[in-house]
C-alpha cells in the first residue's frame, strides 16, 4: 500500500501504473473509516486492477463550523483498516493547501433541483462543496469507475448528474448500505455518540422499516405524521427532516404514480450528532 499527500506524486505514481492492463478505481472517503467504507473498497478491489482510497476532510461541504471541527480524524487507524484488506492500494490524503491552494471556496453548480431538497434545504451550499470536490478529484486522478455509499443518496445522485456534464468519462457506482446489529446507518459521525445513544438510534432504521410497511397502504401525509410522533416522543433526539421521494428526481411524493420508485429519507439529531437515512419503499 502506498500513501501519498502530494498531487504531482500521485499523477507521477499513477502514470508510471498506466502500462498495466485494467481499470482504474476511486473510492472518496472523509476518513474515520467504517465498515461500510471498507465495503466500498473491496468492491472496487474487486473490480479495478487498481485502486484510490482519497482521505479528505473538504472544509467546502460544511455549513457548520463546528460540524466540521467536531469530524474524526483517524488517519493511522484508517491506513491499518486499508493495508489489512490489500496491498494493491493507493491512498491520497492531502492536506486542504494542496487541493485548494488559498482560494477555499466551492463552484457553483446546477442540479436541476436535486441539490435543493432534504439535505441541501438544510444544508446550505453542502451540495456545490461537494461537487467541487468531487470534480477536482475525477479530473486529478481520472478513474474509470467510483464507488459512493447509498446511506448519502442525495449525494449519490448528485455525483451522478455531475459525472454525465463532465468532458470524460467515470461510471458512478452505488453501493449498499451497511449497518450496525441494531439497524443504525454506518457512519463516522456514530462515533461521536454515547453507547446508550448509539444503541437507541437503531429506532431511526426501526422507523424506516414501518415507513416501508405502510407506503403500501397510507398516503405521504400518513406517514409523515406518524415519523414526527415517533420523534416527538423522544427527549434526546430531535427529527429534521422525513420526506418520501421520487428517487429520479428528488421531488416529494405527493400521489403515488405508477412505474416510479421511491425512497424515505430521514434526518435526525441524536444528542446533537445529525444522522441520516433511506430506505427503498416500493
Keep these: 500500500m502506498k500513501l501519498i ?10 502514470n508510471s501504473k498506466k502500462v498495466e ?9 472523509m476518513g474515520a473509516l467504517h465498515e461500510g467504507h471498507l465495503s466500498l473498497v473491496q468492491k472496487a478491489l474487486a473490480e479495478n486492477e487498481r485502486i484510490v482510497v482519497t482521505i479528505f476532510v473538504n472544509p467546502t461541504q460544511f455549513n457548520n463550523t463546528e460540524d466540521l471541527k467536531k469530524y474524526p480524524k483517524t488517519l493511522k487507524a484508517d491506513l491499518a483498516l486499508l493495508e489489512g484488506l ?14 485548494y491552494n488559498e482560494d477555499i471556496v466551492s463552484k457553483q453548480y446546477s442540479f436541476d433541483g436535486l441539490d435543493k431538497v432534504m439535505e441541501g434545504e ?11 470536490i468531487v470534480e477536482m478529484l475525477f479530473d486529478l486522478i481520472r478513474p474509470d469507475k467510483a464507488y459512493f455509499g447509498e446511506k448519502d443518496f442525495q449525494q449519490l445522485q448528485v455525483v451522478t448528474r455531475l459525472s454525465e456534464s463532465l468532458p470524460f468519462k467515470v461510471e458512478v457506482i452505488g453501493c449498499p448500505i451497511v449497518r450496525e446489529t441494531n439497524g443504525l446507518a454506518m457512519s463516522s459521525r456514530n462515533s461521536l455518540l454515547s453507547e446508550q445513544m448509539r444503541m437507541k438510534a437503531g429506532l431511526i432504521y426501526r422507523t424506516l422499516k414501518e415507513v416501508k410497511r405502510m407506503f403500501g397502504t397510507e398516503n405521504a401525509t400518513t406517514i409523515s405524521e406518524y415519523v414526527s410522533r415517533v420523534f416527538a416522543s423522544e427527549q434526546d433526539m430531535k427529527l429534521e427532516y422525513f420526506q418520501i421521494a421520487d428517487v429520479q428526481t428528488l421531488t416529494p411524493m405527493i400521489r403515488k404514480q405508477k412505474n416510479r420508485k421511491y425512497r424515505g429519507f430521514i434526518a435526525v439529531y441524536a444528542e446533537g450528532v445529525r444522522l441520516i437515512d433511506n430506505i427503498a419503499v416500493n
Excluded at 502530494?6 to 505514481?13: F, G, M, N, R, T
Excluded at 492492463?21 to 472517503?29: E, F, H, R, Y
Design 5 to 14: 499527500s502530494d498531487k504531482k506524486e500521485l499523477l507521477s505514481h499513477l
Design 21 to 29: 492492463s485494467g481499470t482504474l478505481g476511486l473510492v472518496p472517503t
Design 86 to 99: 490489500s496491498e494493491n492500494i493507493t491512498v491520497f490524503a492531502p492536506a486542504v493547501e494542496e487541493l
Design 122 to 132: 438544510f444544508r446550505g451550499g453542502h451540495f456545490n462543496g461537494v461537487a467541487t
